[in-house]
């Protein structure tokens, strides 16, 4: 299996496991916050949107892409707020999974070694972003934290256990 195989397999797990943990919980579930920060799943989903769109489009190909919500919720950018949306639950999903999809994309078409032709909009301490393959690692990375995030909030919410990683 080539590297790029490799570690599209492993975004796409930890892609699967967010997905896996919040299936089956209900609207008020999605939206509640269990934790004191107050973020709240369906925000964490619209959190990983982002992070696919900024660090596949924004840094790795150096477009500055603004997405257009189907539910017309006009909410502005606060970086220091809690995850948590207004927009609709469907829309949030269906902006999760369009950003992966066009994130595979930019995987598909562009070598792991290309420099990134945007920059992260905030310092990054002690990282250099030489590549892709930093940027895949990182979504891996990212990905993964916050599944485990989903994980722990799940069982708050319901008691369901074991949805995350296999």
Request: aromatic fraction near 8%; hydrophobic fraction near 40%; proline fraction near 7%.
């Amino acid at each position: 299996m080539s590297e790029k195989t490799t570690l599209q397999h492993f975004l796409d797990e930890q892609r699967g496991s967010v997905l896996a943990i919040l299936d089956g919980l209900d609207e008020t579930q999605l939206r509640t916050p269990v934790l004191p920060s107050g973020w709240t799943p369906i925000g964490m989903i619209e959190h990983l949107g982002g992070a696919e769109q900024h660090w596949f489009q924004d840094v790795a190909l150096g477009t500055v892409f603004e997405y257009v919500w189907p539910d017309a919720v006009d909410e502005p950018y606060d970086p220091d707020a809690p995850f948590a949306t207004s927009h609709s639950t469907a829309a949030v999903f269906e902006f999760y999974r369009r950003q992966c999809e066009i994130s595979n994309e930019v995987l598909a078409g562009t070598p792991l070694d290309a420099a990134p032709k945007g920059r992260h909009n905030r310092e990054w301490p002690g990282e250099d972003i030489a590549d892709l393959r930093w940027i895949v690692l990182h979504l891996i990375e990212e990905t993964a934290r916050h599944a485990g995030h989903l994980d722990a909030a799940r069982e708050l919410l319901d008691g369901t256990t074991g949805l995350g990683p296999r």
